[in-house]
């Protein structure tokens, strides 16, 4: 395989200066193309117009021609990234071929073509073979290519990893908006650009908004051998970007050539070579295997192409608990080895009176549960720090068999379990070039599933899923008018669902065969959600059971249309657009719908005391109230590159855009 290298341009030093006025906006398109401009010049320096100048794209035939102005100035303002020769012919000169020229996305090469005097039939062919310089844009941001993302180690293989690598760019997680892995557990891009919050980034792949609209991470994470190079701004946007406070990223994907290519890959991480966990008698499991392949090239030669690549990630890793849990005895109710916390004392008169039914003695409001050396129980409520069986509820005796026994000496429980990880993602590209333009398709799909072993417990049997869908469909249509004007439009969708610790373990029973009270006419628990339904949440201090009590479920649909218009016009590279786009989130958020409890000890100084007579620390219900929040987004930019002399460029525009504010789309 062989490898093109890029262009030295050796020009004059340059100025180049920026003004660019962007109203605030919540989302951005970004350009999947770029510009390659110069001036034509013979041996005098002298400017050449009306010179034919072509930039073939060598991977994949497509030509594109236009001429020299009256000043010798010629522009490409839309070109797809890749690899490009460039070829000019005019008469009395020799031909002039540049090759190896490199175009990545959002960038503005500037290629200066020397004529030599001589006939036709004589070619001069610069090879590039340097970096090339980029002198007339002044956005700051840097590309990675692909050959630099595949040969960088990445635990994961996502891109977003490679962000920070850049300046101004620091990986963070505040969890303040707790952005969900919507592709597989990977990283969805919470970085700090500029000392900005996480939330302030923009992402975008082949120029459509990928941004998972209720957390802003990126929803949509490709194949890492399916990316051709990505680059994150991180300031000095041009107009056509909405105006984020922190960096935009736009990923763009390879497409098909006129060579079959592809790859097959696998990555394999085991424990061969670990030690154990220091509470695990042996070693507990972690296997991470990536696999996959890519496969594109040509269906009509110089027309039509494809692309198409696939990733399965499968991981599993073991996981090891070591909790404090209750003895036998404590279960039985003698609290002895615990009878140094019973420090409290009986609150209120109404639980005084409660406490006095179930003992069949006398309880007073202000009496202590137990002292030292407490015998009888004229002096506390427990003599010999000793629960009476008359006083432990229900629900506290049905719950036990779902805690587990010491196993580890004789108050720690040690359990192993493995978390495992079920992703698998794919696209498929197709680009044809047409009479009615370069028409492009692009559509990705990932599915993953997470199970946990353990869920919002730290005991075992309790297990939850996680369950990952994200969805991308982007068609787009660069139509080239005449030599120096160019039009793109796009139609963009995107839907990622996301169903968050969903139960798994625990169910199967019902909080009234538990021994709870429930119902809506009862002064006890009206169970909202049924398909929940089992082992409530409830936390001691050493430890946890029950099902999740605040498990979610996000649906976030975006469909976007875009427009932009380039003309070269004399020195001036003009571009007007527009994008519109609307936004909707539907949110299921089942707080605490069956209920939660949680005891510390704040009655009788004993957290499993407090279990054992039914006298939490907190109660907690919520009610099922699916959002389903909408929005519209409305944009229009004009800029312009003038370059008024070879050493002075200025870039400068204008964008207005109008966001609607987010709103309820059944009036809730």
């Excluded at 994961?156 to 990986?171: E, I």
């Excluded at 557990?185 to 908004?209: D, H, T, Y």
């Excluded at 796009?490 to 669902?497: C, D, E, K, P, Q």
């Excluded at 609307?582 to 707080?591: K, L, M, P, V, W």
Aim: glycine share 12%; net charge negative.
């Amino acid at each position: 395989m062989s490898k093109s290298s890029q262009t030295n341009i050796v020009r004059p030093p340059s100025i180049v200066l920026a003004v660019v006025a962007c109203l605030l906006a919540q989302l951005a398109w970004g350009a999947v193309t770029g510009r390659i401009s110069g001036t034509v010049k013979d041996p005098t320096g002298a400017v050449v117009p009306g010179s034919q100048i072509t930039v073939l794209a060598t991977l994949t035939g497509i030509r594109t021609e236009t001429k020299t102005d009256s000043a010798g100035y010629y522009s490409f303002p839309a070109l797809p990234v890749g690899h490009y020769d460039l070829e000019v012919k005019t008469g009395g000169f020799r031909d002039f071929k540049q090759t190896g020229l490199i175009l990545d996305v959002n960038t503005a090469l500037t290629v200066d073509i020397p004529l030599e005097l001589g006939p036709a039939s004589q070619e001069v062919t610069v090879n590039a073979a340097s970096v090339q310089v980029e002198t007339t844009n002044t956005q700051m941001g840097e590309v990675i290519t692909d050959s630099k993302m595949t040969t960088v180690p990445l635990n994961g293989r996502s891109y977003t990893d490679l962000l920070a690598l850049q300046p101004g760019v620091t990986p963070t997680s505040s969890g303040q908006y707790g952005a969900m892995n919507v592709s597989g557990g990977l990283n969805p891009g919470s970085l700090s650009v500029a000392g900005q919050r996480e939330s302030a980034n923009g992402f975008m792949v082949n120029g459509g908004n990928v941004v998972e609209g209720a957390y802003m991470g990126t929803a949509i994470i490709p194949n890492l051998d399916s990316i051709a190079e990505f680059r994150i701004l991180t300031n000095n946007s041009d107009a056509e970007y909405g105006n984020y406070a922190g960096g935009q990223v736009n990923a763009i994907t390879k497409s098909g050539t006129n060579q079959f290519h592809g790859d097959l890959f696998e990555f394999l991480r085991n424990t061969d070579l670990d030690a154990r966990n220091f509470f695990s008698p042996d070693k507990g499991k972690f296997i991470q295997n990536q696999f996959g392949g890519t496969f594109g090239g040509r269906i009509i030669r110089d027309k039509l192409f494809f692309f198409g690549d696939y990733q399965g990630w499968r991981k599993i890793v073991g996981q090891t608990t070591n909790v404090l849990v209750p003895t036998q005895a404590d279960r039985d109710g003698n609290l002895a080895d615990l009878a140094d916390q019973i420090t409290g004392v009986v609150t209120g008169g109404y639980w005084a009176d409660q406490l006095s039914q179930k003992l069949g003695y006398t309880v007073n409001q202000g009496e202590p549960y137990y002292t030292p050396d407490c015998a009888s129980n004229t002096d506390c409520v427990f003599p010999n720090a000793v629960v009476p069986q008359s006083v432990i509820t229900k629900p506290s005796q049905n719950l036990m068999k779902y805690i587990p026994l010491a196993n580890s000496g004789q108050y720690f429980s040690t359990s192993k379990f493995n978390e495992t990880l079920h992703d698998n993602k794919g696209s498929f590209r197709v680009d044809y070039n047409s009479r009615l333009g370069l028409i492009s398709g692009y559509y990705f799909l990932d599915d993953f599933t997470l199970s946990d072993p353990y869920g919002s417990a730290n005991v075992p049997g309790f297990a939850t899923a996680t369950q990952g869908r994200a969805q991308m469909a982007n068609i787009a249509d660069i139509k080239t008018f005449g030599p120096t004007a160019v039009n793109e439009l796009r139609l963009h969708f995107m839907r990622t669902v996301n169903v968050v610790d969903f139960p798994t373990g625990g169910l199967g029973v019902t909080l009234d065969s538990l021994g709870f009270v429930t119902g809506p006419s009862t002064l006890g628990i009206v169970v909202q959600n049924k398909a929940i339904e089992g082992v409530p949440p409830v936390s001691l201090n050493s430890f946890s059971i029950g099902v999740p009590g605040f498990p979610t479920a996000n649906y976030n649909n975006i469909y976007q249309l875009l427009d932009n218009f380039s003309k070269v016009k004399g020195s001036h590279t003009l571009k007007f657009g527009g994008s519109v786009h609307y936004d909707q989130i539907t949110g299921h958020i089942f707080g605490a719908n069956n209920g939660t409890f949680s005891f510390n000890g704040s009655e009788t100084g004993s957290d499993w005391a407090d279990y054992l007579i039914g006298a939490p620390d907190s109660f907690n219900q919520g009610v099922q109230l699916p959002l389903h929040t909408r929005a519209y987004y409305y944009g229009l930019f004009a800029q312009d590159s003038w370059r008024v002399k070879p050493s002075l460029t200025l870039n400068y525009g204008l964008r207005w855009e109008v966001t609607s504010p987010w709103y309820e789309a059944q009036g809730q």
